[in-house]
């Protein structure tokens, strides 16, 4: 099967961005490639993001630089977004993406993921949802763990910056406990809910928590994840990805935020289940992660 992302009309080439041109040409998923590539690519081969409109420095775009690069099969990889400061991003993937109404990407995620299955019995789909935290630990949670318990084989990510951003700064239900925003100036009166926990009690086979801060990381875990989802079952990764803008830090401290929370509040936290587990392994010996 080819591994090319585009393939332009013939007919249409001489009217086409040398943007387009070079993905055709140079995206590195073609079939001229001996390996898939990985995060280790990622500074010296064309992107599936290149450009964004989100603030500068925001760990949330380089964070989904890191997600894109480790799909095991990005061609055949469709990502079901919300709304929020990532849907902004969306527009400039080059692949197939879904914006769903804010909350509903689990539940649109899980439809698309049974329909491709029926559509396309012979070729493995991938199905990864990513969205904020308020869409995902407020607004969404019903659909999101009802997901989960359905054992639906779909990767659930979470930018979790800790508040919706947005819509300028109001609290979510994974914004810790004390902390003032813009619109919650009273201070959140209660603790963190934490996401990868209770992705773990509602059968998650892999859960993770972690910040972005190491590219490598996101990357091991995204794949790792999204392999688990396609045999196993659903998948969650919670990672920290703070909004400087509602902190007040500049363009170039977002990436000292998420290592000081390495060690503190986002001290890693990793569930595989038993199944996951010796499934890995194979994955391993096969030389797929
Ligand atoms: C159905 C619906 N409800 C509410 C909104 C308003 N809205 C847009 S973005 C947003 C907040 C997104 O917050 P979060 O999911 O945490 O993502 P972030 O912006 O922080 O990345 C909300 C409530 C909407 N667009 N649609
Ligand atoms: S508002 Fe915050 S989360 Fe949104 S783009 Fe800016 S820094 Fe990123």
């Not at 990985?38 to 599936?48: A, Q, S, W, Y």
Request: net charge negative; aromatic share 8%; with cysteine.
């Amino acid at each position: 099967m080819a591994l090319d992302i585009y393939k332009i009309n013939p007919e249409f080439r001489d009217i086409m961005p040398q943007e387009i041109i070079d993905l055709e040409e140079k995206a590195t998923w073609s079939v001229k490639m001996d390996k898939p590539r990985g995060i280790k690519e990622l500074p010296d081969t064309k992107e599936l993001l290149e450009e964004h409109s989100l603030c500068a420095g925001c760990p949330e775009a380089a964070a989904l630089r890191y997600v894109l690069s480790a799909l095991p099969k990005p061609e055949d990889t469709i990502i079901v977004n919300s709304t929020g400061c990532t849907s902004l991003m969306f527009p400039h993937i080059a692949l197939h993406t879904v914006h769903s109404l804010f909350g509903n990407q689990n539940a649109v995620a899980s439809g698309i993921k049974r329909v491709l299955d029926w559509r396309f019995p012979d070729i493995e789909k991938d199905v990864v949802v990513l969205a904020g935290d308020g869409a995902t630990v407020d607004i969404g949670l019903d659909y999101t763990l009802q997901s989960f318990f359905r054992q639906e084989n779909i990767t659930t990510i979470c930018f979790d910056n800790e508040v919706y951003a947005n819509t300028g700064g109001q609290e979510s239900g994974a914004t810790a406990k004390g902390q003032v925003f813009k619109m919650a100036p009273m201070g959140k009166k209660f603790d963190k809910v934490p996401m990868w926990e209770l992705a773990t009690t509602s059968g998650c086979h892999y859960s993770v928590n972690m910040t972005a801060s190491a590219p490598k990381a996101v990357a091991r875990a995204v794949r790792e994840a999204i392999l688990i989802a396609r045999e196993i079952g659903p998948t969650f990764l919670n990672i920290y990805t703070p909004c400087i803008l509602e902190i007040g830090l500049s363009a170039n401290e977002g990436l000292g935020e998420m290592k000081d929370q390495d060690k503190d509040r986002f001290a890693s936290y990793k569930h595989v289940s038993p199944e996951a587990e010796e499934f890995l392994k194979k994955c391993k010996e096969e030389g797929r992660i």
